[in-house]
């Protein structure tokens, strides 16, 4: 087998750690072509760490590694490289070394703080114990792990390592160590592909060097990754035009000629490969998603497991950049035996975003906001934005989308099931503005939908979207939108029943641009109940915005109290971040056309219950009681309240929700996690729902969009 695995070529510079001189001949590296930069180890010199964090400060693209002996506590050296690499933008390479023994523990030490597991670490090596450290942070990407030796570290590095280093008294005459390639036996013996590690050697600058003299390293050593050893900008400056370019050409030549097929693409590694699930072809992911797809055994898996909600542990995250990403993603999920979940911003409840063992289609990275058309207020947003970043898009322009009451939530998923927000009576649900959709369908192809074309899944589209195939774009028309009233209101919510009852009043005999809802928790001892009131008025009058809340502030004893006068934006936005939550959320929706005494008194008694640990009551109302029942899917247009309810217990939650059934005109698909099928007859009128039966039998024969709130064939 030859040496010569193919990996592509790599040029770094192996500097002193002198301060701020090596943080400047790291960007020289960086101008001159240079693909990394290695802080030699030496004494009294300043700590690595601090000087890579300065020099991916002042770099933007070099990737960046410290030369580091194991004597450093390995835990610690893994925060370190995982918070360099995470400043960085995935830059960081850790170069260890030291003892064959220290180093094998170390590695495991690293590797374990870096795993993506909850539970604390544990380690009894005989250099290195660890009783229970706490993990992380995760790397922005897989670090590699190089170890830096002489030969008798080779074997550690071919069951362990990312890479080889190999160190020597004997160099050549370009100051290389010869005859050291990573035996392929020795990788094979450790149950891994020699395609996994790069070899490297260092490089000491002369003047008699040529790229001919490097050639052999290449390809009978099969060295891929080449640092020179100098701090004489002179001397990178000449290795990097004199001696790269020439040895690029001449390596690209004999590959050609010996056959040696040149990847672009990393072997992955078996540290990620011994976490691979069953029932995936992970081989056979589409070369366009390999890169940027997420395993259980990447760094960036904790961060894309679970939801806002739902704990989970995919088998495989892909994460398309392009529509035609999404039909590939598509077209491989369909073939595995596996779920499929599909995440816009992970803050789904009925539609899942993750699952166990399955594959997560993650439109994350589809995300952009445009302007089409001025003059009409005509917007593209892709699912994978936020409402926060689509508010704060729309701001400068004086415009506004409903949508929903937190900026932290994907388009995906509300722009396909309703829409609910702080000027929903005002201007209506999400889906009411819709006026165009690209999508994705089980069959891999992409198609449009409006009005005039493919007008019947048009109209699925707008409260029922999410079973019919992917939204890669939404078109939407907005509307204008000025600073706005907010308000938020503690009351005393002893008297439960009262205080919703004359909420409801409050709300229907509002003006429409008048939009509220409230918060009931569970009430503490010793306390009373506290109710959480919010509203939004669109108005930028002080006397205005204070006459439309003094009714809904009147629904109880005032207990605390904020208004001000914001931009939308101002409303809208939250921060943003990985989720991690852990367990399967328990919730009941309903719509109801009015919160009467008989519907308030049993909210009383399901609050007192203690069978519900969060309630919430929205108003709808107002401008989307004006749109015709069958115009979209979402038939809940006489209602004039959406209700929601968390409980702990599945069992508990359903038994009183059940029995409060006569009360509700409908349901909402988005925050209904109840899986009997009754639920479907529940959000959908029967001829509405024949409607999307022939629309999924058309576009979705085989159930593939099914881990949502599903709609099957027949």
Same mark, same amino acid.
């Given at each position: 087998?030859?040496?010569?695995?193919?990996?592509?070529?790599?040029?770094?510079?192996?500097?002193?750690?002198?301060?701020?001189?090596?943080?400047?001949?790291?960007?020289?590296?960086?101008?001159?072509?240079?693909?990394?930069?290695?802080?030699?180890?030496?004494?009294?010199?300043?700590?690595?760490?601090?000087?890579?964090?300065?020099?991916?400060?002042?770099?933007?693209?070099?990737?960046?590694?410290?030369?580091?002996?194991?004597?450093?506590?390995?835990?610690?050296?893994?925060?370190?490289?995982?918070?360099?690499?995470?400043?960085?933008?995935?830059?960081?390479?850790?170069?260890?070394?030291?003892?064959?023994?220290?180093?094998?523990?170390?590695?495991?030490?690293?590797?374990?703080?870096?795993?993506?597991?909850?539970?604390?670490?544990?380690?009894?090596?005989?250099?290195?114990?660890?009783?229970?450290?706490?993990?992380?942070?995760?790397?922005?990407?897989?670090?590699?792990?190089?170890?830096?030796?002489?030969?008798?570290?080779?074997?550690?590095?071919?069951?362990?390592?990312?890479?080889?280093?190999?160190?020597?008294?004997?160099?050549?005459?370009?100051?290389?160590?010869?005859?050291?390639?990573?035996?392929?036996?020795?990788?094979?013996?450790?149950?891994?592909?020699?395609?996994?590690?790069?070899?490297?050697?260092?490089?000491?600058?002369?003047?008699?060097?040529?790229?001919?003299?490097?050639?052999?390293?290449?390809?009978?050593?099969?060295?891929?990754?080449?640092?020179?050893?100098?701090?004489?900008?002179?001397?990178?400056?000449?290795?990097?035009?004199?001696?790269?370019?020439?040895?690029?050409?001449?390596?690209?030549?004999?590959?050609?000629?010996?056959?040696?097929?040149?990847?672009?693409?990393?072997?992955?590694?078996?540290?990620?490969?011994?976490?691979?699930?069953?029932?995936?072809?992970?081989?056979?992911?589409?070369?366009?998603?390999?890169?940027? =797809? &997420? !395993?259980?055994? @990447?760094?960036?898996?904790? #961060? *894309? /497991?679970?939801?806002?909600?739902?704990?989970? $542990?995919?088998?495989?995250?892909?994460?398309?950049?392009?529509?035609?990403?999404?039909?590939?993603?598509?077209?491989?999920?369909?073939?595995?035996?596996?779920?499929?979940?599909?995440?816009?911003?992970?803050?789904?409840?009925?539609?899942?975003?993750?699952?166990?063992?399955?594959?997560?289609?993650?439109?994350?990275?589809?995300? =952009? &906001? !445009?302007?089409? @058309?001025?003059?009409?207020? #005509? *917007? /593209?947003?892709?699912?994978?934005?936020?409402? $926060?970043?689509?508010?704060?898009?729309?701001?400068?322009?004086?415009?506004?989308?409903?949508?929903?009451?937190?900026?932290?939530?994907?388009?995906?998923?509300?722009?396909?099931?309703?829409?609910?927000?702080?000027?929903?009576?005002?201007?209506?649900?999400?889906?009411?503005?819709?006026?165009?959709?690209?999508?994705?369908?089980?069959?891999?192809?992409?198609?449009?939908?409006?009005?005039?074309?493919?007008?019947?899944?048009?109209?699925?589209?707008?409260?029922?979207?999410?079973?019919?195939?992917?939204?890669?774009?939404?078109?939407?028309?907005?509307?204008?939108?000025?600073?706005?009233?907010?308000?938020?209101?503690?009351?005393?919510?002893?008297?439960?029943?009262?205080?919703?009852?004359?909420?409801?009043?409050?709300?229907?005999?509002?003006?429409?641009?008048?939009?509220?809802?409230?918060?009931?928790?569970?009430?503490?001892?010793?306390?009373?109940?506290?109710?959480?009131?919010?509203?939004?008025?669109?108005?930028?009058?002080?006397?205005?915005?204070?006459?439309?809340?003094?009714?809904?502030?009147?629904?109880?004893?005032?207990?605390?109290?904020?208004?001000?006068?914001?931009?939308?934006?101002?409303?809208?936005?939250?921060?943003?971040?990985?989720?991690?939550?852990?367990?399967?959320?328990?919730?009941?929706?309903?719509?109801?056309?009015?919160?009467?005494?008989?519907?308030?008194?049993?909210?009383?008694?399901?609050?007192?219950?203690?069978?519900?640990?969060?309630?919430?009551?929205?108003?709808?109302?107002?401008?989307?009681?004006?749109?015709?029942?069958?115009?979209?899917?979402?038939?809940?247009?006489?209602?004039?309240?959406?209700?929601?309810?968390?409980?702990?217990?599945?069992?508990?939650?359903?038994?009183?929700?059940?029995?409060?059934?006569?009360?509700?005109?409908?349901?909402?698909?988005?925050?209904?996690?109840?899986?009997?099928?009754?639920?479907?007859?529940?959000?959908?009128?029967?001829?509405?729902?024949?409607?999307?039966?022939?629309?999924?039998?058309?576009?979705?024969?085989?159930?593939?969009?099914?881990?949502?709130?599903?709609?099957?064939?027949?």
């Amino acid at each position: 087998m030859s040496a010569d695995h193919g990996h592509p070529l790599r040029f770094g510079a192996l500097l002193t750690p002198d301060g701020d001189a090596a943080v400047e001949r790291a960007r020289l590296s960086e101008e001159l072509g240079y693909d990394l930069v290695v802080l030699r180890d030496a004494p009294a010199a300043l700590d690595p760490w601090t000087l890579l964090s300065w020099a991916a400060a002042r770099t933007s693209r070099i990737h960046l590694a410290a030369a580091v002996p194991t004597g450093d506590v390995p835990a610690l050296l893994g925060r370190a490289a995982a918070s360099v690499d995470l400043l960085s933008g995935g830059r960081v390479t850790l170069l260890l070394q030291g003892s064959a023994a220290h180093l094998d523990e170390a590695i495991d030490v690293i590797r374990g703080v870096w795993a993506a597991d909850r539970s604390p670490l544990h380690f009894d090596g005989r250099h290195h114990r660890l009783a229970g450290a706490e993990r992380g942070p995760a790397p922005a990407h897989n670090i590699p792990i190089w170890i830096a030796g002489p030969p008798d570290l080779a074997p550690l590095a071919a069951r362990k390592a990312d890479g080889w280093l190999p160190t020597s008294a004997a160099t050549s005459a370009a100051g290389t160590v010869p005859g050291t390639a990573l035996s392929a036996v020795a990788a094979a013996e450790a149950g891994r592909d020699p395609r996994e590690i790069i070899t490297l050697a260092s490089v000491r600058p002369a003047p008699t060097l040529r790229a001919g003299d490097l050639l052999p390293l290449v390809l009978d050593e099969g060295v891929s990754t080449f640092l020179l050893e100098t701090d004489d900008p002179a001397e990178l400056r000449r290795f990097a035009t004199d001696i790269v370019p020439a040895l690029r050409a001449a390596v690209t030549c004999e590959r050609r000629a010996r056959g040696v097929a040149q990847s672009g693409t990393p072997v992955a590694s078996t540290f990620v490969r011994r976490h691979r699930r069953e029932g995936i072809d992970y081989d056979g992911i589409p070369a366009a998603l390999a890169s940027t =797809a &997420i !395993e259980p055994g @990447d760094a960036g898996y904790a #961060r *894309v /497991r679970s939801t806002y909600l739902r704990g989970g $542990s995919p088998g495989l995250v892909l994460r398309p950049g392009t529509p035609g990403e999404v039909g590939q993603a598509v077209l491989f999920a369909r073939e595995q035996p596996v779920k499929l979940a599909v995440r816009s911003g992970g803050h789904g409840i009925s539609g899942r975003s993750t699952n166990n063992g399955g594959i997560v289609i993650d439109l994350s990275r589809l995300n =952009a &906001i !445009e302007i089409l @058309d001025k003059a009409t207020r #005509r *917007v /593209r947003v892709e699912p994978g934005a936020r409402w $926060s970043d689509v508010a704060a898009a729309l701001a400068p322009h004086g415009w506004a989308l409903s949508s929903g009451d937190y900026g932290g939530v994907g388009v995906g998923g509300l722009a396909t099931s309703g829409g609910i927000g702080w000027l929903v009576r005002e201007h209506g649900l999400t889906v009411d503005h819709l006026r165009a959709v690209d999508l994705v369908l089980a069959d891999g192809s992409l198609v449009r939908a409006d009005e005039s074309e493919n007008a019947e899944l048009f109209w699925g589209v707008r409260g029922a979207g999410a079973n019919f195939g992917i939204v890669t774009s939404f078109e939407f028309e907005v509307d204008e939108v000025g600073p706005v009233g907010f308000a938020q209101f503690a009351v005393d919510a002893t008297d439960t029943a009262g205080f919703l009852q004359r909420w409801g009043a409050a709300l229907e005999a509002a003006p429409r641009d008048v939009t509220s809802s409230l918060i009931i928790g569970q009430a503490r001892p010793g306390q009373p109940l506290i109710g959480q009131i919010m509203a939004v008025v669109d108005a930028d009058d002080a006397e205005t915005i204070v006459d439309r809340l003094r009714p809904i502030a009147s629904a109880a004893p005032l207990l605390d109290y904020s208004i001000q006068v914001v931009p939308y934006e101002a409303v809208m936005n939250a921060p943003q971040g990985p989720h991690d939550a852990q367990g399967e959320p328990v919730t009941r929706s309903a719509l109801a056309d009015h919160l009467t005494p008989e519907l308030t008194e049993a909210v009383a008694r399901l609050v007192a219950s203690g069978r519900t640990y969060f309630f919430q009551i929205r108003a709808v109302g107002g401008a989307t009681s004006d749109v015709p029942v069958d115009a979209t899917p979402y038939a809940g247009r006489s209602a004039n309240f959406q209700l929601v309810a968390f409980g702990p217990s599945r069992r508990g939650l359903d038994e009183i929700w059940d029995g409060m059934s006569h009360h509700f005109s409908g349901l909402y698909i988005n925050f209904e996690t109840d899986l009997r099928p009754e639920r479907l007859h529940d959000a959908y009128p029967e001829a509405t729902l024949r409607r999307l039966r022939a629309l999924k039998r058309r576009y979705d024969p085989g159930n593939v969009f099914r881990d949502n709130f599903n709609i099957t064939p027949s």
